[in-house]
């Protein structure tokens, strides 16, 4: 039966398979939109710290030169940009861990848990932040603010 239907109608055969090999591809867990940084993957080594990153929510991307490099959490980030500047920082929207640019993050620091306890997480959503600030004695700002030393 399969034959027949080929023999039919080949490019809707063709259009199916295209089809299949496009969502094979997309589901892909090294698939990355062009220009955005690859998947962190748990179990990956922190660049700055050397532990084994665990929770994608905290879990934060550097490219600097033509490498990518995970780090375990936002201070991780942090503490390396600030031994080795440069580079364009990832961050993880703590609600939908989804890595963004830094500079379109708000970050957080506050009396709350994260892998290296520096009370660090960033929101695509501002007012996310806020809350989380609000409940955990913390500050909002951009993160060129925190490798600055302010907003700490």
């Not at 239907?5 to 969502?23: H, Q, S, T, W």
């Not at 695509?124 to 907003?151: H, K, M, N, S």
Request: hydrophobic share 45%; with cysteine.
């Amino acid at each position: 039966m399969r034959d027949t239907i080929l023999r039919r109608d080949p490019l809707a055969a063709l259009a199916r398979v295209a089809v299949l090999g496009a969502a094979l591809l997309a589901g892909c867990g090294g698939a990355r939109s062009a220009g955005g940084p690859p998947p962190i993957e748990i179990g990956a080594r922190c660049s700055n710290c050397g532990m084994r990153i665990e929770d994608l929510a905290f879990a934060s991307e550097r490219q600097l030169g033509g490498a990518w490099l995970p780090y375990e959490s936002i201070e991780c980030l942090i503490a390396d940009m600030g031994k080795r500047p440069g580079g364009t920082a990832y961050v993880p929207d703590h609600d939908t861990k989804t890595l963004h640019a830094a500079t379109d993050m708000w970050i957080v620091k506050g009396n709350f848990p994260s892998p290296m306890g520096g009370g660090f997480a960033a929101f695509a959503d501002r007012a996310a932040a806020d809350t989380l600030a609000a409940a955990t004695e913390g500050t909002v700002d951009r993160l060129e603010a925190f490798l600055a030393g302010g907003g700490r």
